[in-house]
């Protein structure tokens, strides 16, 4: 599985991005997607994730409100809509996959597959 993310760049605070993630691969059928980022001189921090069947969502508190994930399973692609983009929302983000459910699911070490991540900078 290889994943694929896309749709970052430079925006001003209050502006909206969506960025994307397609894998491909063998038949792709995740039980969750996730989406972190990681701000310069930062750790990796939790995003949100969405299961792949059914649409459960989970959100960091920072980004309820504001962002939205959702998926087209036709196009093995997950989606995180940003809007009232933030300067702390600045960050290089990451999209992940996991087969199963795991408990560490909120945190890097809950996913089996990784994209290579795309930049978004917000400025003020």
């Known amino acids: 599985v290889q994943l694929q993310a896309s749709g970052g760049g430079l925006v001003q605070a209050g502006e909206s991005l969506r960025l994307s993630c397609a894998a491909s691969?063998?038949?792709?059928?995740?039980?969750?997607m996730g989406w972190f980022r990681q701000a310069p001189g930062k750790e990796r921090e939790f995003v949100t994730y969405?299961?792949?069947?059914?649409?459960?969502?989970y959100y960091v508190d920072s980004v309820k409100d504001r962002f939205t994930i959702f998926t087209d399973n036709a196009k093995s692609t997950v989606y995180l809509q940003m809007n009232n983009l933030k300067p702390e929302d600045t960050a290089v983000y990451y999209c992940?996959?996991?087969?199963?459910?795991?408990?560490?699911?909120?945190?890097?070490?809950?996913?089996?597959?990784w994209g290579q991540g795309t930049l978004v900078t917000v400025s003020s």
């Open positions: 969405i299961r792949w069947s059914g649409g459960t969502t």
């Open positions: 691969g063998r038949t792709f059928s995740p039980y969750v």
């Open positions: 992940a996959s996991s087969a199963v459910w795991r408990s560490s699911l909120r945190t890097s070490y809950g996913y089996d597959y």
